[in-house]
């Protein structure tokens, strides 16, 4: 197994995604029949919120299956704090 470069930091909560210009959660279903997705914003929820809270507290609309819940990375700004772009060229 491939040794860790740095040890994983704290969990991601919603104060930390905002701050990198996220705004909302991309919820899947795990069931790989169903797949069913759903993007949501979480405005309202406080900056404290852990994103492990979702989880296991929703259900698939679809097949009342259990969901993972990420941030929705494709909302985060094309450009880091200090202008250059936040992903090489390429992968975006």
Known sequence: MAQRKHEPGPPMDLANMRRQGVRGLNAVCVD???RHELVFSVDDYDGDLKLS?????MICAKCDGPVDVRPN???????DW????AMPSGLR
Do not use: I, L, N
């Open 32 to 34: 790989p029949a169903c």
């Open 53 to 57: 809270w979702f989880p296991p507290r």
């Open 73 to 79: 990375w494709k909302e985060a700004p094309v450009e």
């Open 82 to 85: 200090s202008g250059r772009p």
